[in-house]
């Protein structure tokens, strides 16, 4: 493989994509920094195929990273190969409105080989190179110029070692049968819709306590508010209001904007100033959360019960025995939240009933559920048993 000197110019960047455009695969990571700002800052993108490697710099002065993007994005021909990849996608996503496809993660992949489900890079290079990383530049200052040798050995080495990873994996897929269980996962990590934050739905992910929906409305009113004003500054939204701020100020919320000046959290010149003007307006402009939007007083799905919930904590056990049994990942045979809908007697439109996962866990999930199936204790190792063939065992 031969490796590149630094991308600086859109001339050089262009020629190496004609040669990647060739490949049926490439193997892609970045680099950048997030901590102070809203939008990840792209510091470097590393690319390699079979026969070059490189690292492009997307600060250099007057590079076009066109012919990057379009590779990226456009070329349906080239497999884009990625590890834990979600980042390095919204980036993508940010430039373009597009994320890379076709894709392959191979942290997902190795769900499916036995691996656990979120298997890291130093982990899974070591699993099958047998190449022990050296993590000194991980934690470095990618924005700053110059980078040095080693900034730029590390980086590459990232992609390097994913293109020689990448075709053992796809033979070991291949030969026990297990790359169609992938083919929903890949497509899933490609919808760009998992990669922009809507306003509207940021309160989702701030805990508060209470359950009124006036206080659950103006929670509503001023995440999205956040949102919007971190977006303008470009600055991390903790910066403009913590999650424990944002929740109190939507169950206690201040009556004038003076009293801003004695909310925790808060700095006192926000009684005066137009950013907590601002705020004021959304805490006004905010209405009670509609009876559609109100979350479930459970976390499990609404009408569970607390027979339900045992039903559904023996689909859990299930699953593990299962993802032991078969060495995969439970979480690529079936999601918490879908064997809670199972045990709900909701049996229409979850995965875990559909292709490849209902012949590997699913039809034992329906057999549990309608009383074909249980549980049994064999030489010290829990088993699962049916009932119609073991009567003995009721």
């Known amino acids: 493989m031969k490796i590149h000197d630094l991308v600086t110019t859109t001339e050089a960047l262009a020629e190496l994509c004609d040669r990647w455009a060739q ?164 497509e899933r990590i490609a919808d760009p819709s998992n990669y922009v934050t809507d306003p509207q739905t940021a309160w989702k992910r701030v805990k508060v306590s209470s359950r009124k929906p006036e206080v659950l409305g103006r929670l509503k009113a001023l995440a999205a508010w956040r949102e919007v004003e971190a977006r303008g500054k470009n600055i991390p939204r903790g910066r403009i209001m913590k999650d424990e701020t944002l929740a109190d100020v939507a169950m206690h919320p201040p009556r004038h904007q003076q009293e801003l000046s004695r909310v925790r959290g808060l700095s006192a010149s926000w009684a005066g100033n137009d950013i907590g003007g601002r705020l004021m307006d959304a805490i006004a402009a905010a209405k009670p959360l509609s009876a559609e939007e109100m979350p479930s007083r459970d976390d499990r799905k609404p009408g569970l019960g607390k027979e339900g919930a045992l039903v559904a904590d023996l689909l859990k056990l299930l699953l593990k025995i299962r993802a032991r049994d078969i060495d995969v990942a439970p979480r690529l045979l079936a999601r918490s939240d ?57």
């Open 23 to 186: 490949s049926p695969f490439i193997a892609v990571d970045t680099e950048f920094m997030r901590e102070n700002t809203y939008w990840p800052d792209l510091c470097l993108i590393q690319v390699a195929d079979e026969q070059d490697a490189a690292a492009i710099d997307p600060k250099a002065d007057g590079l076009d990273l066109k012919p990057l993007l379009d590779l990226l994005t456009e070329n349906e021909d080239v497999l884009k190969v990625v590890h834990a990849g979600g980042q390095d996608i919204e980036i993508i996503c940010n430039l373009t409105g597009k994320t890379p496809h076709p894709m392959f993660d191979t942290q997902i992949a190795a769900m499916a080989l036995g691996q656990g489900e979120q298997v890291g890079y130093s982990n899974l290079v070591d699993s099958w190179l047998g190449i022990q990383l050296d993590k000194g530049a991980r934690f470095t200052d990618w924005a700053r110029r110059p980078l040095d040798q080693r900034q730029i050995d590390y980086a590459i080495g990232d992609v390097t070692h994913l293109a020689a990873i990448f075709p053992q994996m796809l033979e070991k897929l291949r030969t026990t049968g297990r790359g169609v269980w992938l083919n929903d996962e890949m």
């Open 338 to 394: 879908e064997l809670d809908m199972l045990a709900a007697g909701q049996k229409s439109g979850l995965a875990v009933l559909e292709s490849w996962r209902f012949e590997q866990f699913g039809q034992d999930a329906l057999d549990l559920v309608e009383g074909r199936l249980a549980f049994a204790v064999v030489n010290g190792r829990l088993k699962i048993t049916r009932i119609e063939d073991n009567p003995e065992t009721v």
